[in-house]
């Protein structure tokens, strides 16, 4: 049984957008902080977004701040998280993540902070 599935994930060239989702799979993500994370092989999965339960917080990484937006639909029980102007590096596959119950965005991005995750989805920036 998965916690979540993300979609969206593609090939796009430098410079390029794309728009990944995450949805719940049997939860409601309404009363959950949920976060966005990336990982490539032989790395460690790294911090990129959060989101409080309501969308009135919003956290970013510095390597992505100005490029990356993250929202929510609560009524839809979707995430979503915009890409633009994407770089080589930002290659990876991309996870959403719950925080637990009533907790806000952490004050760090360790992953102990997130409580399950998703399947992931493939993100390459290439020419």
């Known amino acids: 049984q998965l916690n979540f599935v993300e979609s969206g994930g593609d090939l796009v060239q430098p410079g390029g957008s794309l728009r990944l989702s995450c949805a719940p799979s049997e939860f409601l993500l309404g009363i959950y902080s949920m976060g966005w994370f990336r990982q490539v092989p032989g790395k460690e999965r790294e911090g990129v977004s959060c989101i409080s339960i309501h969308g009135e917080t919003k956290k970013y990484a510095d390597a992505v701040k100005g490029r990356f937006t993250v929202s929510r639909d609560n009524r839809k029980n979707m995430i979503y998280l915009e890409m633009t102007n994407l770089k080589p590096e930002d290659t990876g596959v991309y996870y959403c993540?719950?925080?637990?119950?009533?907790?806000?965005?952490?004050?760090?991005?360790?992953?102990?902070?997130?409580?399950?995750w998703g399947p992931g989805t493939q993100v390459t920036v290439s020419s």
């Open positions: 993540a719950r925080r637990p119950d009533n907790s806000p965005c952490p004050p760090s991005w360790d992953l102990d902070y997130f409580s399950s």
